[in-house]
Structures are given as structure tokens and as C-alpha cells.
């Protein structure tokens, strides 16, 4: 159900809560709890709104730039969260918030998309960076993306995963080389990761629940020889007679890309969207060569 109050043409507002038990396309965790957040135009959750129970991958179906949100919850104590981005297919920069807030604009510039789940009942991921090696040093507990470790931590030796997924990377913003963490330790980042000024920014991978799919293409803008996935390739020239993949779509799922067949090499972390072109993201010269689905039995 949809409710409207018109008064101007921004979207400012959001609100969230949780409903019920039921069955829903979003990742939950415990009962099936089923999450809902209602968009408004204005701020002070005023004007048109739009009430949403899933993903949304473009807001501008439905209302412009949202910029506040009021977020409640019930039921076993769940704790609410959704995801802003700035761009279109949950692209851009991104705004993790998991309780009320009057004005987006204090993080984002004009968030148009949404990424919605439910936190909790070992959900949501925690990681422990440490400045020195065998985790010595200064601390910072993370649950959810860094884009410069520099804001807490002088520098980043070793890290200890205590829950979920994340990927770390040895420059900020999310640039340079990456590596995927599940739980465990890393005693030594610069030795175990091939990283040599440790880790610089994070992000924390949620846990995907349903199907995944993912279409490869040989050349740049989604040109030449395609396939799609819906699970792990091991190696793309034995399955598909591809010697290179340039870009990739990403429908469902998270994924990592291997620069070497048998998920060996070089990696890069793929969410949902579209990735025109690996040399522009800074993956120059690396060829994709395997593919894997990121799971909760991941080994």
C-alpha cells in the first residue's frame, strides 16, 4: 500500500519497521522477519511517500532524492538497517543507517537506491583491526564499510574476523588490491595478503540468500562473447572458450573474480550492477580467468 501527502517534489524522508513474520525476497535472519520503510518527499517525513518491503534499484520510479529516514522496529529485538547509494543500481557512494535520521544530505548527495536487510542474530558482520602484527596495537571494531582506515588507525598489520564477510583493500576508497576475509585471523596482513602498506579501507559483505546470477562478457561495454553464471566457473576458457572477460553485469548475488583459473591470483570483489569496463575501475592488464560465488559455506 502506497500513501501520498503532497507537498513539493524531494524526497526527504524515510521510515522503517518491521512487520510480521512472512516470506520475502530480502535476506533475513530469524522468523522470516519481514522489513518495511516508507519514503517520503519532504523532510520530517512530510510530502508524497512511497512505502517499500524490498530492494529498489532506482527511486526515481517512485520519488526523488530521499534525505532523512525514521527507522522502528519490534519483534525479538531485530535491529533494523538499509543501505543508500548515491547512484542508480546500487552504485556510488553508500550510507549504512540503522536508526533515525533527519537530513541524507549530511551523507550523501542524492541518494537514489536502496539495499534493505535485517541485522542481528549473527547477520551482521564484525571485524577487529589492530596497528601491529599478531594483533598488538591499537584496536578498531568495524561492522560495517571503511573507506579510510586512516580515520581510526595509523595503519593496519592484522585483523580478526569475528563475524560475517569482508573484503580489505590496501588503498582507500575501496581501490587497489583486495582480499576476502571470513571469520578467522589474520596474524599478518602484509605477509598473508600480499599487501604491503597493510589494509586501508573495508567493505562488509552481506550474506546472500537466493539465487545468483552474473553475465560475463569477453570485451569492455558488454561486447563480444557472453555468458551467464548462476554458479562457481572454475575456469573460463574450459567451459566457455574465453580467453579474457572485460566486464560483467552482476544480477543477483555477490561474487569474486580470479585472475587465474581454480580461484587462484589476483581477486576483485563484484556486488550487484553493471561494470563496464575492469581496465577503468583500475584492473588493468588483469584477465579474469574463474569465478565464485560468495556463500555462507564459502571455503
Request: positive net charge.
Amino acid at each position: 500500500m502506497v500513501r501520498y501527502k503532497r507537498k513539493g517534489l524531494n524526497l526527504v524522508g524515510t521510515q522503517f519497521r518491521s512487520n510480521s513474520p512472512s516470506t520475502t525476497n530480502m535476506s533475513n535472519s530469524g522468523m522470516n522477519m519481514r522489513g518495511k520503510i516508507i519514503f517520503y518527499e519532504e523532510k520530517n517525513f512530510q510530502g508524497r511517500s512511497y512505502e517499500c518491503m524490498s530492494d529498489c534499484s532506482d527511486m526515481s520510479s517512485y520519488l526523488n532524492s530521499p534525505s532523512a529516514t525514521n527507522m522502528s522496529n519490534s519483534g525479538m529485538n531485530m535491529r533494523g538497517k538499509i543501505i543508500f547509494y548515491e547512484e542508480k543500481n546500487f552504485q556510488g557512494r553508500s550510507y549504512e543507517c540503522m536508526s533515525d535520521c533527519s537530513d541524507m544530505s549530511s551523507y550523501l548527495n542524492s541518494p537514489s537506491t536502496t539495499n534493505m536487510s535485517n541485522s542481528g542474530m549473527n547477520m551482521r558482520g564484525k571485524i577487529i583491526f589492530y596497528e601491529e602484527k599478531n594483533f598488538q596495537g591499537r584496536s578498531y571494531e568495524c561492522m560495517s564499510d571503511c573507506s579510510d582506515m586512516s580515520s581510526y588507525l595509523s595503519r593496519c598489520h592484522s585483523c580478526r574476523v569475528e563475524s560475517g564477510c569482508f573484503m580489505g583493500y590496501d588503498r582507500t576508497n575501496y581501490m587497489g588490491s583486495q582480499y576476502f576475509m571470513r571469520r578467522g585471523e589474520y596474524s599478518d596482513c602484509m605477509g598473508m595478503m600480499g599487501m604491503s602498506g597493510g589494509i586501508r579501507s573495508c567493505r562488509m559483505i552481506p550474506m546472500h540468500r537466493g539465487q545468483f546470477r552474473m553475465k560475463i562478457y569477453e570485451r569492455e561495454n558488454f561486447g563480444g562473447q557472453s555468458h551467464e553464471l548462476m554458479d562457481d566457473c572454475d575456469n573460463i576458457m574450459d567451459r566457455y572458450r574465453m580467453n579474457d572477460c572485460q566486464s560483467c553485469h552482476v544480477m543477483d548475488g555477490h561474487w569474486l573474480m580470479y585472475e587465474q583459473p581454480q580461484f587462484r591470483g589476483k581477486m576483485m570483489y563484484m556486488r550487484p550492477g553493471e561494470y563496464r569496463s575492469f581496465r577503468d575501475m583500475g584492473m588493468s592488464g588483469m584477465r579474469f580467468m574463474s569465478m565464485r560465488r560468495i556463500m555462507d559455506s564459502f571455503n
